[in-house]
């Protein structure tokens, strides 16, 4: 048995990770409500008509994004007034539920290198990496 | 005949009567008035995915399945919607409902760290391969293989009953060399139990496959996690149910970056879908200990097929 393992005691990694993604999904659940109801309610004024978005959604992704120009990955970050717009906060809500692993994810890795788990630390780099890479766009 | 037996048949009669008049109908209706859709507002559209998505999540809880696996197939069939948007709502559908799940478990020892991490690190790689092969194909294409998919599930499902708790076997080099072992609180035998794996190297490929699997259809993949970590790798049942929603978590996370850039991410669809699946999930979880499974998991197996069948055509055009 691993020796850091207690009688039924749990790795401090595994409560680390938990306290983590309990607190990024309680976030992630209410800003994904939150945001949700500003868009459907038009809040904030939208960058493209739900009205347009239910008459193309028949269409595969990549014609609905060449008819309408919604937004696709980080493009609503290129001004403030582009951040302004009820679609693009529910926009972002799902952005931060992506995200919330790699935050998991990362509080793990500190927690694995101060147990001297070099493997583990290394394998968690690996993960944090492969998902900062997808959440860059480098391979779309 | 028992009355138990009686039950499951009728209850299978009416679900599979429902279910072909359920999908017959909108051919139908499509058929006489093609621009139905397009005539109903989208708002009616969102509270019926809502519904949907709830029913679903309260089914898929009570058969013991994630409802990504259920969402994609059976949405697929009934709302207007491309399939781009419905695999990118699904996959946000698995890796909310992981997410939110996933601490208890965690603290538990149930979903356990070093197991689920080497598992999703080949897993996440391969889903976002899968999510980029997906979306490449003809849409015709992806229906034909989701349609083989879904058809596999409900094989696998049928075959479940076998899970149980494995036997012990002497661990392998790799997962001596990665400490993966663990141990943790039986409740129901008030004991603590102890668990090892083997065919480590084997599950990894695996695992793999498995990220590819889900990331091209959009789908969790509890379906085939759960069977590899308890069947192949000898991990007890809990642990590899716990463990599957940690790695579909991350592979999830990964796969879902890809719609997010394709395009194939709309709020609009994906939320509602998202709190319908975690709001039934939980209604689901209350009714657990006063609903017979046995048969509501059988019903969720004829859906599938249904639901695989109609894909299957519609891959082939009819």
């Known amino acids: ?140 | 005949m028992s009355s138990a037996t009686r039950k499951i048949l009728i209850s299978c009669a009416v679900t599979t009567l429902s279910l072909v008049l359920f999908f017959t109908i909108p051919q139908v209706v499509y058929a006489v008035q093609p621009h139905v859709a397009e005539q109903t507002a989208w708002w009616v559209w969102m509270i019926l995915l809502f519904a949907f998505s709830f029913v679903l999540g309260i089914f898929s809880v009570l058969a013991g399945v994630g409802g990504g696996v259920l969402f994609v197939p059976i949405v697929s069939g009934f709302f207007p919607f491309h399939l781009d948007f419905i695999r990118g709502a699904g996959l946000l559908v698995a890796l909310s409902g992981a997410l939110s799940a996933g601490a208890p478990l965690m603290r538990k020892g149930l979903a356990d760290l070093k197991l689920g991490l080497p598992m999703a690190l080949i897993g996440s790689i391969s889903s976002i391969a899968g999510a980029l092969a997906g979306l490449a194909m003809p849409a015709n294409v992806v229906q034909l293989l989701l349609g083989v998919a879904i058809m596999g599930i409900a094989a696998l499902m049928m075959r479940a009953r076998v899970y149980g708790t494995p036997d012990s076997q002497e661990p392998d080099a790799l997962s001596k060399m990665l400490h993966i072992s663990g141990v943790y609180y039986e409740e129901s035998s008030k004991s603590e139990v102890s668990w090892q794996i083997h065919r480590t190297p084997l599950g990894l490929f695996l695992f793999m496959v498995i990220g590819f699997i889900g990331g091209m259809f959009g789908m969790g993949a509890g379906w085939a996690n759960v069977p590899v970590f308890n069947m192949l790798m000898g991990v007890p049942l809990k642990v590899a149910v716990a463990t599957s929603g940690l790695v579909l978590s991350i592979n999830g996370a990964a796969a879902a970056w890809v719609y997010i850039f394709k395009g194939a991410v709309v709020p609009l669809i994906a939320v509602p879908a998202i709190g319908g699946i975690m709001l039934g999930s939980k209604i689901g979880a209350k009714l657990l200990s006063k609903v017979n499974t046995r048969s509501v998991r059988m019903i969720v197996i004829i859906m599938l097929v249904v639901a695989g069948l109609r894909s299957l055509l519609k891959g082939f055009g009819i």
């Not at chain 1, 008509?49 to 595969?60: R, S, V």
């Open chain 1, 1 to 140: 048995m691993d020796k850091e393992k207690k009688s039924f005691g749990i790795d401090k990694v595994q409560l680390v990770y938990a306290q983590v993604l309990e607190t990024v999904s309680h976030v992630g659940i209410a800003f994904l409500v939150g945001g949700y109801f500003v868009y459907v309610l038009q809040l904030l004024p939208l960058s493209v008509p739900i009205d347009a978005i239910a008459a193309n959604w028949h269409l595969k992704a990549s014609e609905m994004q060449q008819k309408l120009h919604t937004p696709s990955g980080w493009s609503f970050l290129k001004s403030t007034a582009a951040l302004l717009k009820g679609d693009v906060v529910s926009y972002l809500s799902i952005f931060y539920l992506a995200m919330a692993t790699i935050a998991c994810l990362a509080f793990a890795t500190i927690t694995f290198y101060r147990e001297k788990n070099y493997v583990y630390t290394a394998l968690a780099v690996l993960q944090v990496v492969v998902l900062l890479v997808a959440a860059s766009g480098l391979i779309h």
